[in-house]
């Protein structure tokens, strides 16, 4: 799966002829137990680095009608339909999806997303607050309510949601540059150079890091 997308224009002969044998192999492996889910949702990735987007899709349904709640196939299926154009049917599976399991924040997430790329953020941000509320263990949830509620005027409840989000994940350090730079655009210096001092402890010689702490230090 790492090597299956490469252009095969660039490979040597020899490396063409070995990864035309791998990826039939590996199909093999995985039509042998074409009747579980899983099998379908490897068979329907693998198409999808291959480009041959119709053939992905067809063992992506195929893994929903096999276990109707199996819920990577909602989210490949989305993301596929989304790479594609189609975005209106992502939406739509990603609400089937729901409609079986209401309390799956992937789902959510993956439903504000769609919503966001639609432009429609007032209708994204309670998906997006499901998601975070249903996964907190998941920090990317969190970090990306609070930048759809910055992106609103939100500030104040995005810099709450990411102080939460930041006491459950103290080394996510997508989280601490959040913070950092809503609190300096806030106007809020010492506590956005906190943030900095923090993100930089967690990644030393992280220019980015760096930078931050140089500008906000008094």
């Known amino acids: 799966r790492q090597v299956a997308s490469l252009p095969r224009d660039q490979l040597p002969d020899a490396v063409r002829t070995q990864l035309a044998a ?7 492996a995985q039509t042998f137990n074409a009747e579980r889910p ?16 119709g053939e992905a899709e067809a063992a992506y349904r195929t893994a929903l009608r096999l276990q109707p709640d199996f819920l990577p196939a909602y989210l ?3 993301q596929l339909l989304s790479d594609r154009g189609r975005e209106t049917e992502a939406e739509g599976l990603l609400l089937s999806g729901l409609e079986r399991q209401p309390r ?7 439903l504000g997303l769609s919503l966001v790329r639609q432009q429609r953020l007032d209708e994204a941000l309670p998906r997006l607050a499901d998601a975070a509320s ?9 970090y990306v309510y ?12 995005a810099l709450r949601v990411l102080d939460q989000a930041a006491a459950r994940h103290p080394q996510d350090t997508e989280i601490l540059l959040a913070l950092t730079t809503f609190h300096r655009d ?8 906190g943030y900095a001092r923090k993100l930089q402890a967690l990644a030393p010689g992280n220019a980015t890091a760096d930078a931050l702490v140089r500008e906000l230090k008094p």
């Open 76 to 78: 490949n299926l989305a």
């Open 146 to 157: 609070a930048v759809a509620l910055q992106s609103a005027g939100r500030l104040d409840e």
């Open 104 to 110: 799956a924040a992937a789902l959510s997430h993956a």
């Open 134 to 142: 249903q996964g907190p263990d998941e920090g990317r949830y969190a």
């Open 38 to 53: 899983e099998a379908q949702v490897n068979i329907g990735g693998l198409y999808a680095d291959l480009s041959r987007w």
């Open 22 to 28: 791998g990826i039939a192999e590996y199909l093999a």
């Open 186 to 193: 806030a106007g809020h210096r010492a506590e956005a150079l």
